[in-house]
């Protein structure tokens, strides 16, 4: 492996100590005070690594110390190590056997940068949305109970991920159940706490020690045997004089034994806290640990985001190697026209459930920050809120990756849909989405929003349709909408001054044919194109259609289509049960398969999760490139079946386009 030059200076003079440590029982044979030196290795290598992969680097700074901790003071893999959201994993990676592998992340066959289970024994939960571990770690911590097992359960959850309503649930199971469980809040941005210091360090370490341990138990059996009115007083007295020193009132309410506040960058601090919650007997326990986002590398430290994303960059300098393009990027074509049409409606509204820079409302928010909403970690919370401003005749935008809206669905169906509200969701990171892999694919929304009644559903084929599909969701005001729109940048056309609202239920016609029709709904269509010009070569007349909306369809373009031409291949960029089958079921209760010669194909995502990669990449295996549109038309005839032309009677299906789908299950 090439050597980078190390951008944290180490504190000490030694020979690389991080290249022997291939598992965490190696670690385990170090001395305490050989930790440092590993930590500072580790966040040298996590640095240069991401700088070759980019990621998620702030996060996974702000762990390092406590990584090696936790990974030094429990028995990994066998104590089970949970990481909330995976984003913070990295040093987790590279000190649990795959630090070889680490310039892999985020590639196509390599590392993935989220834990995972199918990657490594010591990934126990996959993760990429967050909030999941504690509910996780419960299930885990019962699991061992009923086995009669022993081991430890950790959960490492962020002071963001803490923010969500699941992790309070489970917190509140957990509490109720008395099961001996560890959670270690990573508090890295919110201040939920006193500034760490001598003190409170001191408090944390005296109250995770079993004498404070034994000497509560002893007086909680004291105050079972006073009186009622006193037994409340003295328990009372003993939460409150805790909870006034550390802060910790909310967690012990939950039935947590709270320890805290500890510096998750000392190790003289956090060893010892972690080794006396180890051996404790007490049921949960919640260990408030203050860490700093992008710890130990000056450019990140200096961000406003901590470096929370990132591209390939400069180690030494910092600077992010962002590819320039001539098309602005869907994200920010959403902002700046929502921001057009608010400038004319003040009732126009945006909610953010923690992204507003991944989502484009903080352009909104710069503009109208009196009516940009982010209401953290919530997704369900945002919906609803969403819901009760549209009572009011507010015009609500809920920006949201479509992989996130998964978590509020059934506040999209009873509080949005079943009472007709016109909540608008601007649904960003459709169809597959690159590195992030599998977990951040968009690839469900409009199967999961399309059998809602009354629901509007527009999907962009480009920026310019973006804008008008902004301008048509503002005008929407009798029921809810959604507008969904891929990663990245657009493919360059000219922008509109202000979007115009659509026709509701209308497509267009981009090319005129005879033979086949590519109908397209979304992202797609550019490939769809590139597949006419192929098929045109070729001798196949091609229509080249945009539905633009998959709800309602345009009945009188399917018709047209299903009657003028012999084939129509609708294409799309999600899963199996979507726009395609709508299409069907709408010719089909119209009989047009009944007519002679008549068929249908349609192309939709494989129907397995499709591994991170390159987003080109990922369409070709998936067979939605213009290479795979053109084989699915040539499949659909037989081999010496008429195409058209002036060869008519002899035309074939030519072997370079004879296509073999990268999954079992395929296109349909």
Same mark, same amino acid.
């Given at each position: 492996?090439?050597?980078?030059t190390?951008?944290?200076e180490?504190?000490?003079?030694?020979?690389?100590?991080l290249?022997?440590?291939?598992?965490?029982?190696?670690?385990r044979?170090l001395?305490p005070?050989d930790?440092q030196?590993v930590a500072?290795?580790?966040?040298n290598?996590?640095?240069?690594?991401?700088?070759v992969t980019g990621?998620?680097l702030?996060?996974? #700074?702000?762990?390092?110390?406590?990584t090696?901790a936790?990974h030094?003071v429990?028995?990994t893999p066998?104590d089970?190590?949970?990481?909330?959201?995976g984003?913070?994993?990295?040093p987790?990676?590279?000190?649990t056997g795959r630090?070889?592998?680490?310039?892999?992340?985020r590639?196509?066959?390599?590392?993935?940068?989220?834990?995972?289970?199918?990657e490594?024994e010591?990934?126990c939960?996959?993760?990429?949305?967050?909030?999941?571990s504690?509910?996780a770690?419960?299930g885990m911590?019962?699991?061992r109970?009923?086995?009669g097992?022993?081991?430890n359960v950790i959960?490492v959850?962020?002071d963001?991920?803490?923010s969500?309503?699941?992790?309070?649930?489970a917190?509140?199971?957990a509490?109720?159940m008395?099961?001996r469980?560890?959670?270690v809040l990573?508090?890295?941005?919110m201040?939920?706490?006193?500034?760490?210091?001598a003190?409170?360090?001191?408090?944390?370490r005296?109250?995770?020690?079993?004498?404070?341990?034994?000497l509560?138990g002893?007086?909680?059996?004291?105050?079972?045997?006073?009186?009622a009115?006193?037994?409340?007083?003295?328990l009372?007295?003993?939460e409150?004089?805790?909870?006034?020193v550390t802060?910790?009132t909310?967690f012990e309410?939950l039935g947590?034994?709270?320890?805290?506040?500890v510096?998750?960058h000392n190790?003289d601090?956090l060893?010892?806290?972690l080794?006396?919650?180890?051996?404790a007997?007490?049921?949960?326990?919640l260990?408030h640990?203050?860490?700093?986002?992008?710890k130990g590398?000056?450019?990140a430290e200096?961000s406003? $985001?901590k470096?929370?994303?990132v591209?390939?960059?400069?180690? !030494?300098?910092?600077k992010?190697?962002?590819?320039k393009? !001539?098309?602005?990027?869907?994200?920010?074509?959403f902002?700046?026209?929502?921001?057009?049409?608010?400038e004319q409606?003040?009732r126009i509204l945006?909610?953010?459930?923690?992204?507003?820079?991944?989502?484009g409302?903080?352009?909104f928010?710069?503009?109208f920050?009196e009516?940009a909403?982010?209401?953290g970690?919530a997704?369900?919370?945002a919906?609803?809120?969403?819901?009760?401003?549209?009572?009011?005749?507010y015009k609500?935008f809920v !920006?949201?990756y479509?992989t996130?809206l998964?978590r509020?669905?059934?506040?999209v169906v009873h509080?949005?849909?079943?009472q007709r509200l016109p909540?608008?969701f601007?649904?960003d990171r459709a169809?597959?989405?690159g590195?992030?892999g599998?977990?951040?694919?968009?690839?469900?929304?409009?199967t999961?929003?399309g +059998?809602?009644p009354?629901f509007v559903?527009?999907?962009?084929?480009?920026?310019?349709? #973006?804008?008008?599909?902004?301008a048509?969701?503002?005008?929407?005001?009798?029921?809810?909408s959604?507008?969904?729109?891929?990663r990245g $940048?657009?493919v360059g056309?000219p922008m509109?001054?202000?979007?115009?609202?659509?026709?509701?239920g209308?497509?267009?016609i981009?090319?005129?044919?005879s033979?086949v029709?590519?109908?397209?709904?979304?992202?797609? #269509?550019?490939? +769809?194109?590139?597949a006419a010009?192929v #098929?045109?070569a070729r001798g196949v007349?091609?229509t080249?259609?945009?539905?633009r909306?998959?709800k309602?369809?345009d009945?009188?373009?399917?018709l047209r289509l299903a009657h003028?031409?012999e084939?129509v291949v609708?294409?799309?960029e999600?899963a199996?049960?979507?726009?395609?089958?709508h299409?069907m079921q709408f010719?089909?209760d119209?009989g047009?398969?009944?007519?002679?010669g008549?068929?249908?194909?349609?192309m939709?995502?494989?129907d397995?999760?499709?591994?991170h990669?390159?987003?080109?990449?990922?369409?070709?295996k998936a067979?939605?490139?213009a290479?795979?549109?053109v084989?699915?038309?040539?499949?659909?005839?037989?081999?010496?079946?008429?195409?058209t032309?002036?060869?008519?009677?002899?035309?074939?299906?030519?072997k370079?386009?004879?296509h073999?789908?990268a999954?079992s299950?395929?296109a349909?």
């Amino acid at each position: 492996m090439t050597a980078l030059t190390p951008i944290v200076e180490p504190t000490h003079q030694y020979r690389p100590i991080l290249e022997s440590l291939n598992s965490p029982s190696d670690l385990r044979r170090l001395k305490p005070k050989d930790l440092q030196r590993v930590a500072d290795e580790l966040r040298n290598e996590t640095i240069n690594a991401v700088a070759v992969t980019g990621g998620h680097l702030g996060a996974s #700074l702000g762990v390092v110390e406590l990584t090696v901790a936790l990974h030094y003071v429990f028995d990994t893999p066998n104590d089970k190590l949970i990481w909330d959201v995976g984003h913070q994993a990295y040093p987790h990676k590279i000190l649990t056997g795959r630090r070889e592998r680490i310039r892999t992340l985020r590639q196509g066959g390599g590392l993935s940068g989220f834990t995972k289970r199918s990657e490594s024994e010591y990934d126990c939960f996959g993760a990429a949305h967050s909030s999941t571990s504690i509910s996780a770690g419960l299930g885990m911590a019962v699991a061992r109970d009923l086995s009669g097992e022993t081991h430890n359960v950790i959960c490492v959850i962020g002071d963001g991920a803490i923010s969500a309503g699941m992790a309070y649930e489970a917190m509140n199971n957990a509490g109720a159940m008395g099961r001996r469980l560890i959670v270690v809040l990573n508090d890295n941005e919110m201040s939920i706490a006193r500034p760490v210091g001598a003190m409170s360090a001191y408090l944390a370490r005296l109250l995770s020690s079993p004498m404070y341990m034994s000497l509560r138990g002893l007086g909680k059996q004291v105050a079972e045997r006073l009186p009622a009115f006193l037994k409340e007083r003295a328990l009372r007295a003993e939460e409150l004089a805790r909870g006034f020193v550390t802060g910790g009132t909310l967690f012990e309410e939950l039935g947590f034994y709270y320890v805290g506040v500890v510096d998750g960058h000392n190790l003289d601090q956090l060893l010892p806290v972690l080794e006396n919650v180890r051996d404790a007997k007490e049921g949960p326990i919640l260990i408030h640990v203050r860490t700093q986002k992008g710890k130990g590398y000056a450019p990140a430290e200096a961000s406003d $985001d901590k470096y929370h994303g990132v591209v390939k960059f400069d180690v !030494a300098t910092g600077k992010q190697n962002k590819a320039k393009s !001539a098309a602005p990027s869907y994200t920010k074509v959403f902002g700046q026209y929502l921001v057009k049409e608010a400038e004319q409606d003040d009732r126009i509204l945006a909610i953010t459930a923690a992204m507003p820079s991944g989502t484009g409302v903080d352009i909104f928010a710069k503009a109208f920050p009196e009516r940009a909403f982010d209401v953290g970690i919530a997704e369900q919370h945002a919906v609803t809120f969403a819901a009760g401003l549209a009572t009011q005749g507010y015009k609500p935008f809920v !920006a949201i990756y479509s992989t996130f809206l998964q978590r509020a669905y059934d506040q999209v169906v009873h509080d949005v849909a079943l009472q007709r509200l016109p909540v608008r969701f601007a649904i960003d990171r459709a169809g597959l989405v690159g590195a992030d892999g599998p977990t951040h694919a968009g690839s469900f929304d409009v199967t999961y929003l399309g +059998c809602l009644p009354g629901f509007v559903i527009m999907a962009a084929a480009d920026e310019s349709e #973006l804008a008008h599909m902004v301008a048509t969701a503002a005008a929407i005001d009798d029921r809810p909408s959604a507008l969904r729109y891929p990663r990245g $940048d657009g493919v360059g056309v000219p922008m509109p001054e202000r979007g115009v609202p659509l026709e509701i239920g209308r497509g267009r016609i981009l090319r005129q044919g005879s033979t086949v029709a590519l109908l397209s709904l979304g992202g797609r #269509l550019a490939d +769809c194109l590139k597949a006419a010009d192929v #098929l045109a070569a070729r001798g196949v007349s091609t229509t080249v259609a945009d539905a633009r909306f998959a709800k309602p369809l345009d009945g009188e373009l399917l018709l047209r289509l299903a009657h003028n031409h012999e084939l129509v291949v609708t294409v799309e960029e999600g899963a199996i049960g979507g726009f395609s089958a709508h299409v069907m079921q709408f010719l089909a209760d119209r009989g047009a398969f009944e007519q002679r010669g008549f068929k249908m194909r349609a192309m939709v995502l494989p129907d397995v999760f499709i591994d991170h990669d390159s987003p080109p990449t990922m369409y070709a295996k998936a067979g939605l490139d213009a290479g795979g549109i053109v084989a699915k038309v040539f499949e659909a005839f037989e081999p010496a079946q008429i195409l058209t032309g002036p060869d008519r009677g002899t035309a074939r299906r030519p072997k370079e386009f004879v296509h073999t789908d990268a999954f079992s299950g395929g296109a349909l």
